[in-house]
């Protein structure tokens, strides 16, 4: 037989050979690093047979970032892991442990339950394990035969999988210890280098809440000490950001059980909120926008007619009204038509441009909920532009440069994608041509790198989606930049063209921030808490050394007015009031004492950096920051 390799060559092999075999027809080192037979998107034990024509690429210990080399090494790990725990734990029984997204866990019944403290020891039974080199063996065998193996374990979850699986079956045996398992697995446990539990959990037996519930361990493990580290770093990183865990820390805002997945914000919070809305309503403003205000509920009957109740009713939340329902609105979108339709408009009033931040209300499942990245409670900074069919370029060009300015401001990579007709497109392939064709031209004038998901579009247009990228390297899905032709068609709306006949307007969709809620969100992570100063809710904090320099020191802050300074006059000491201050990230703190006066202030940055200035020198730094 042949099997294809990677660069179309042939390879002539036995009938019956396997990815081991070939690994060894080309080379004795391929075979001793080979982890993994890939072919076709398909991972496949190395030991497993060939199939005659098939195409493989073999997969080694130098893969150590391939999704698919790394899964095979976790879930390898994951049989050390059961093995280790059934020998720390006599009668503990054994359930399932499959790889997942960076790393594994294996669910156990444990006859005692056992905390957090218990990983460390199993982790160390582990390395025992890789310390002595195991080497897995893959057998197929009967149902019966796997059957009564498991049986006489008293492995009753195992039994279960048995009887509930159809195809061959499959046993790997690394040690004295046997699983159940389709595999694939590594060959043996040399090119495990790093191995870390991460943590423990409850979870039922398939899932089922009905049935026992188990413990589940979960751990990573990496081809590379290096690799391992950085993974932990990232994941200490992130905890340490964690916008939830900040809000509490800074005194941004809270989430209760009183309002699911609705924040409520604290003066703190709300000083970032407002910051944004000016910056949002100032940059509106400079660019051509009109501010309007609509309703929050409307009429059953006007979702209808805008398509929400059909594709969008079991997120909306709906009020009794009268005799009749009224939908709290998810979207702006029916009042921005209605407001349109409510005069005569010719194409002089076009471009129109309708800005709005209101809240909108999703219904959302109650497991979905996140923080503030994932809300019922959404304020965007909407806003849908009506325009002809020759102003859509320019117009989404306007949009691009907008958004480019806004990402910019924070200090993140911002990464656009265009998105093309789907199936189930309304309209011909000629309107298709021509709006996309614009969309691609707005994007190119302005010099922007894009990727284009094709048939990725919503059935009424083509679309850009706005990503950022973190300083952690985490992407996220910001605002969007929607073209609709059909919106605007279902709410009759029309404007007298230049020869006098009455057109449909195009209508675009747009919010770049996305919401403020998850924004704010993305930005208290980004940051890590320490805002930049103009976003900073408290900007200058005054600390007087003495309760002699208390007056002077309120002085100052009335001084420096036109900025959030305060002065924290508690009779604490001064080196708790400075740490303090460094806990909630103030980015000016001021120490006044004897020394001190408006000639001589002791200004302390965030970060630690001290300085001597006088009270003329630091307006002139403020104002550069
Ligand atoms: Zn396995
Ligand atoms: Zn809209």
């Known amino acids: 037989m042949k099997v294809v390799l990677p660069d179309n060559s042939e390879l002539e092999l036995p009938d019956g050979a396997t990815g081991l075999d070939a690994a060894r027809a080309i080379g004795p080192k391929l075979a001793e690093q080979a982890v993994l037979v890939r072919s076709n998107g398909n991972i496949q034990d190395l030991r497993a047979p060939l199939a005659d024509g098939q195409e493989i690429q073999i997969l ?10 790394l899964s095979v090494l976790r879930h390898s790990t994951a049989h050390l892991l059961a093995e280790a725990v059934r020998r720390l734990y006599p009668g503990t029984k054994i359930a399932i442990g499959p790889p997942i997204e960076n790393g594994f866990y294996y669910d156990f019944e444990f006859p005692e339950p056992i905390g957090e403290e218990a990983l460390e020891r199993i982790e160390q039974e582990i390395q025992h394990e890789l310390e002595e080199g195991r080497a897995w063996n893959r057998e197929e065998v009967a149902a019966e035969q796997a059957r009564s193996y498991f049986a006489e374990q008293g492995e009753e979850y195992k039994v279960e999988l048995v009887d509930t699986a159809d195809g061959p079956i499959t046993m ?29 959990a409850g979870a039922y037996w398939r899932g089922d809440e009905h049935n026992t519930q188990l413990t589940r361990i979960y751990g990573t493990a990496f081809y590379d000490q290096a ?8 994941l200490e990183q992130a905890r340490a950001r964690d916008h939830r865990r900040l809000g509490t820390q800074l005194d941004l805002f809270h989430l209760s059980d009183h309002a699911p997945g609705m924040p409520f914000w604290h003066p703190k919070g709300m000083v970032i909120w407002n910051a944004l809305e000016d910056l949002r309503r100032r940059e509106n403003l400079k660019r051509g926008y009109v501010e309007v205000k609509t309703p929050l509920l409307y009429d059953v009957g006007t979702w209808v007619t805008s398509g929400h109740w059909e594709k969008f009713k079991d997120e909306m939340f709906i009020v009794p009204y009268s005799d009749r329902e009224l939908g709290l609105k998810p979207m702006n979108c029916p009042g921005h038509m ?18 709005e931040s209101s809240t909108l209300h999703r219904n959302e499942r109650a497991g979905t909920l ?3 990245l994932r809300v019922q409670h959404v ?11 020759e102003q859509i370029e320019e117009e989404i060009f306007g949009c691009l440069d907008f958004a480019a300015y806004l990402y910019d401001l ?13 199936e189930n497109k309304l309209g011909t392939d000629e309107e298709w041509d021509f709006t996309e064709g614009a969309l691609k031209n707005a994007l190119e004038r302005r010099g922007i790198d894009y990727t284009v998901n094709e048939g990725d579009g919503a059935f009424y247009g083509p679309k850009i989606d706005l990503h950022m990228t973190d300083v952690l390297g985490r992407s996220w899905q910001m605002g969007t930049i929607q073209l609709d032709s059909q919106m605007p068609a279902r709410f009759g709306l029309s404007y007298m063209g230049e020869d006098n006949a009455e057109h449909t307007p195009y209508v675009i969709h747009r919010a770049l921030f996305g919401s403020l809620e998850r924004f704010i969100g993305i930005l208290i992570e980004h940051y890590a808490g320490a805002f930049p100063f103009w976003l900073a809710p408290v900007q200058i904090r005054v600390i007087p050394i003495g309760e002699a320099h208390r007056a002077a020191a309120h002085r100052l802050a009335d001084e420096l007015g036109d900025y959030r300074a305060e002065v924290d006059e508690r009779n604490e000491t001064v080196g708790k009031r400075i740490r303090e201050a460094e806990v909630e990230k103030i980015p000016i703190v001021i120490l006044y004492g004897d020394k001190e006066s408006d000639e001589s202030l002791a200004v302390r940055e965030r970060g630690g950096e001290q300085s001597t200035k006088s009270l003329s020198e630091l307006r002139e730094y403020l104002a550069t920051l």
């Open 60 to 69: 080694t210990t130098r893969d150590t970032h391939d999704p698919d080399a």
């Open 172 to 200: 790997y045996t690394q040690g004295d210890f046997t699983d159940l398992c389709r595999g694939p697995h590594l060959q043996d446990s040399k090119p495990i280098k790093a191995v870390k539990l991460t943590g423990l």
């Open 227 to 234: 690799d391992l580290d950085a993974y932990l770093e990232q």
């Open 338 to 355: 209605l407001l349109f339709g409510s005069d005569l408009r010719s194409y002089r009033d076009l471009p129109l441009r309708y800005a």
């Open 379 to 389: 304020t965007q900074d909407d806003a849908h532009m009506f325009v002809t069919p």
């Open 370 to 372: 996140h923080g503030l």
């Open 410 to 422: 924070f200090g993140m990579e911002a990464r656009f994608e265009l998105s093309t007709r789907p």
